[in-house]
């Protein structure tokens, strides 16, 4: 018993940390004075290439062979995977941070419908309950949008969403991938599509480059990291329950460190959306057995 209540708390602790690294992504955004693809571009690099290295380490081999010999459903989810990466950060750009965090917590509810229409799995009228007052709260927080740039940002969020959302069901429906091999990939194609639209590649500095490495080994290599190895040691209910925690952190680091105060609109509408996320998680997580993440 304390070996498996030490296993436990480590669980929980690594998927915090991991949340915690997750929300810090609008932190780097607004640190960093360049384009989006200039951003997107070193993120990627580094990221993937601490993805890369976790996989080989942790599996010899098979990762790199997961690497070089990736399946059609591989780039399937790593494709997905790179059009979230590319509308996240000038989602960030062009509309709040709250705005965006928001939009990102309803993630669950539309895999849900996208698994019911693809995969045909039932959704339980709790869930659909939770969708409800989820998507009331995403209407409240943008129907206090203003400006053009405001409205791509928020369409820019949306589409990020989606784009996980169907990549969560292809993991689900091709359970053989690698998620830590197709994420590394994703960061590497982000990269690469990146090339011909950055602007400010050749303005980077040494101390913007160690900012830049931080942003991409902290927020994208350490972040999945931690959370693999901390879902491996809880049900996968209560690890995606403490994800969430990514949500309300998000807002609350550029309120921190740049003043950006969230709207009444977006904290009404997230209070809405965040409830309809933890209930919904909590009573998914009392129903659930153990599964350990493959890596």
Known sequence: MPEVTSQHRTGVALIVAAAVAWST????????????????????????????LVLVVMQGRRGVRDLIAMRPSGWLVAGLSTVGMVTFI???????????????????????????IWLRETVRPRTLLASVVAFAGVVVTVSGAGGIG????????????????????AIRRHRETSMVAAAALSNFLGSLVSIPFAQGLGSVTAANLGVLALFGICQVGLGLTLFTLGSRLLPSGQASLIATLETPLMPFWVWLAFAEVPSVRALVGGTLVMGAVVADIAAERRTQPVQPAEW
Do not use: E, H, K
């Open 150 to 169: 405001d409205y791509r940002g928020i369409g820019l969020a949306c589409l990020m969403m989606l784009a996980l959302s169907i990549m969560t069901v």
């Open 25 to 52: 992504a609008p932190f780097f955004t607004r640190l960093l004075q360049f384009d989006s693809w200039t951003i997107l571009f070193w993120r990627g690099l580094f990221g993937g290439g601490v993805i890369a």
């Open 90 to 116: 000038p989602a960030l750009q062009l509309t709040s941070v709250a705005n965006v965090a928001v939009i990102i917590a309803v993630q669950p509810f539309a895999a849900a419908a996208i698994a019911w």
